[in-house]
Nanobody, 127 residues
């Protein structure tokens, strides 16, 4: 059974850091493209970052460039999202999702292409 489990969310002060994890089971991430999305209260879900499982090509939303880093650990079948310099506007439920196939690039604009989703983890940035 294919499953994605996010962890690592929590409450952090502005300027702080968190590392989210997305652990996969039932399939091998190297064959997929993996993305992080987030949804804040009252807002639409938006793409944050993605990484190709085989080549490690990455994409970031403009709002997180220079602050967030996505990385994969194929040995652990896990993808991480390191979030630094967090801002209150980063507050949201963060989801990881995958789509089969690992091409040259990845995209976070077409979330409907992502076939499997985790349950989400809450990130709250507040003083």
């Amino acid at each position: 059974q294919l499953q994605l489990v996010e962890s690592g969310g929590g409450l952090v002060q502005p300027g702080g850091s968190l590392r989210l994890s997305c652990a996969a089971s039932g399939f091998t991430l190297v064959d997929y493209t993996i993305a992080w999305f987030r949804q804040a209260p009252g807002k639409e879900r938006e793409g944050v970052s993605c990484i190709t499982g085989r080549g490690g090509s990455t994409t970031y939303a403009d709002s997180v460039k220079g602050r967030f880093t996505i990385a994969g650990d194929n040995a652990k079948n896990t993808v991480y999202l390191q979030m630094n310099s967090l801002k209150p506007e980063d507050t949201a439920v963060y989801y990881c999702a995958v789509q089969y196939g690992s091409g040259t690039d990845c995209y976070i604009t077409a979330m409907w292409n992502y076939e499997y989703w985790g349950q989400g983890t809450q990130v709250t940035v507040s003083s």
